[in-house]
């Protein structure tokens, strides 16, 4: 069965080979046609630029004939140059059929070289002293120049030089390429009138390569069009060109060649075929005998382990039970939950089952490699583990829990205890730059005022004296507390020394800040305070911060208002602005 199996994806294999190559050969043809409109198109717009291009030329280089002026102002007779020139153009160049017309500064004809009716004005626009256009009429396709005819830099008329397009339709011949001149029946009578061909369209076939988008193919022909505008931006018609399938092909592409290249393809495709599916194969094996040599490693490991594919859990190892306890298999555990990230407790800082938008699982992975931490809540007992996943084979990688509850709990309390006042419980003396950088950062970008408030107990050491330091850390923890009532959770309280605090303030009402440091002031005052059988009162200094000055300059003047209210009288109140 397994080689019957083989041999159908094989034929299966090669038939997808020969239809992706039939497609192909469908697609390379498509290119090259597109590749034939793409050079025919450049081809005709080069040669309709030369065209222009060396027809002004010439039409500027018979304008400098000196008689010529003469006889466009009626006193000298016409030049020889309006004859001689074309008769030599038609001798020694392409330029076979050349018409010459003279024009006067009304723009009135007053001679052409191909009839003598002369005397009506001439309805081309002028729209520069010298330029190239195009002109299409009933009598054909034309291209003419336009040369000013100047006497002491002033125009007094105009040479207009007339060229036939069939000078283009025979170098376009050579290319294996004909072309008809159709006329746009909105510019003229309303039919499709042909002006310049060897071989004329029918109507519907010409209507039919007019609708087409990009070619149209019909009985072995590639037709397509080029359009015409003028300097004005008129649709003058189109070009039409077309030329036998086989010989563009030929052109771009040897259909022996071809064939031979195809063959080659699908043998090629066939072996790498064969190589890719007996290699995959054994591959396949490698990696799972190697992915089972991993598990029983994990077994033996003291951390916890799972095994994903991205989306979900495929194997755990035993350590997972030591924490699930309740389970004893895999399948048991994911009778009763989808994922271990049910347990996951979502806090800042922590894995959580969604990242960025992404599985937890898929975001390990992307991050392969990297530690994170994830907090675990199961029946009661929190867990700490240090994250990481690593890639075991193709399509499924480890993630390894190691448990860090106790150390992460110890640094937790060290850092706890650096920064917070053991008495007190407020922010000690080491966290007060931080924090006073920060608020001045933030009153900066909000645009707000920032206090520096001293609090000092008045006669803190006579309490120590009178009553014993047990009651005096008494009043310092009652202090404190009543300080961090008073004021908002983000209002840090810090303890500078020992019965010395500072709240640092920041507002955009300074006067309700002041009306809450008096009602302070009172409530200490009027606190009983447990053993102590005397008022305990407080001095008071306050400095408001101003964009000149550093944080050691703004503490200065908040305790040299502090150290004021003391020489004052104490359970005083002084305001630096």
């Known amino acids: 069965m397994k080689i019957l199996k083989k041999v159908s994806i094989f034929f299966a294999l090669i038939l997808a080979i020969a239809v992706v190559i039939f497609f192909n050969y469908v697609t390379i043809k498509h290119y090259i046609l597109a590749q034939f409109l793409v050079q025919t198109k450049k081809e005709i717009q080069n040669e309709l630029e030369s065209k222009k ?4 030329a010439i039409a500027i280089t018979m304008s400098e004939c000196k008689r010529l002026r003469d006889f466009i102002e009626g006193v000298g007779p016409r030049p020889p140059c309006l004859e001689e020139l074309p008769r030599k153009f038609r001798t020694y160049t392409h330029y076979k059929n050349i018409k010459v017309e003279l024009l006067d500064r009304a723009k009135k004809v007053i001679y052409r070289s191909w009839t003598s009716n002369v005397g ?5 626009p002028i729209v520069a002293e010298n330029f190239s256009d195009f002109l299409a009429n009933s009598e054909g396709f034309f291209i003419y120049s336009l040369a000013s005819v100047k006497k002491q830099k002033r125009v007094v008329g105009y040479l207009l030089l007339l060229s036939h397009f069939n000078s283009i339709r025979k170098n376009l011949s050579k290319l294996g390429v004909d072309v008809n001149v159709v006329l746009n029946p909105l510019l003229y009578d309303g039919a499709l009138k042909v002006v310049d061909s060897v071989k004329r369209l029918d109507e519907e076939l010409l209507r039919k390569i007019l609708r087409s988008r990009s070619f149209l193919l019909s009985e072995g022909v590639i037709y397509s069009k080029f359009p015409i505008h003028d300097l004005r931006g008129r649709d003058l018609g189109w070009i039409i060109f077309y030329a036998p399938e086989q010989v563009v092909l030929s052109r771009f592409f040897n259909q022996t060649i071809f064939i031979r290249i195809f063959i080659l393809l699908l043998f ?12 995959t194969k054994e591959k396949e094996h490698a990696l799972r005998r190697q992915a089972n040599y991993f598990y029983r490693i994990f077994d033996t490991l003291q951390e916890m382990v ?3 594919d991205g989306q979900h859990l495929v194997y755990v190892n035993r350590k997972f039970f030591d924490y699930f306890y309740d389970y004893s298999s895999i399948e048991e555990f994911f009778a009763k939950h989808e994922c271990i990230c049910d347990f996951f407790v979502p806090e800042e800082g922590f894995l959580a089952p969604v990242m960025e938008g992404k599985r937890w699982t898929q975001y390990l992975i992307e991050n392969e490699g990297k ?14 583990f240090l994250v990481k996943a690593n890639k075991i084979s193709e399509h499924e990688y480890s993630v390894i829990f190691s448990d860090i509850t106790e150390e992460y709990i110890h640094s ?8 917070k006042d053991a008495l007190t419980g407020v922010y000690n003396r080491y966290l007060f730059d931080k924090i006073a950088h920060e608020k001045m950062e933030e009153s900066v970008i909000f645009g707000s005022e920032l206090l520096f408030i001293m609090i000092d107990i008045d006669h803190f050491k006579q309490i120590n004296d009178t009553y014993g330091h047990e009651r005096g850390d008494i009043v310092l923890v009652e202090v404190a507390k009543l300080i961090t009532q008073a004021f908002r959770s983000n209002d840090p309280v810090i303890r500078i020394g020992g019965e010395e605090f500072l709240v640092i ?3 955009k009402d300074v006067e309700r800040i002041l009306s809450i440091v008096e009602d302070l002031k009172y409530e200490i005052e009027h606190h009983r305070f447990d053993g102590i059988d005397r008022k305990v009162t407080v001095s008071i200094g306050i400095a408001r911060y101003n964009r000149k000055e550093d944080i050691h300059s703004l503490y200065k003047r908040a305790d040299e208002a502090l150290y004021e209210s003391k020489r004052n009288g104490r359970n005083k109140i002084t305001y630096k602005d």
């Open 371 to 384: 530690n994170f931490k994830v907090k675990m809540a199961y029946k009661g007992h929190i867990y700490i």
């Open 268 to 279: 090629v495709g066939v072996a790498l075929f064969l190589v890719y599916f007996f290699y």
């Open 53 to 56: 291009s060396s027809t002004l």
């Open 120 to 124: 009506q004005r001439e309805s081309i």
């Open 306 to 308: 799972v095994v994903t």
């Open 505 to 507: 303030v920041e507002t």
């Open 412 to 419: 937790q309390q060290l850092q706890k205890m650096a920064i």
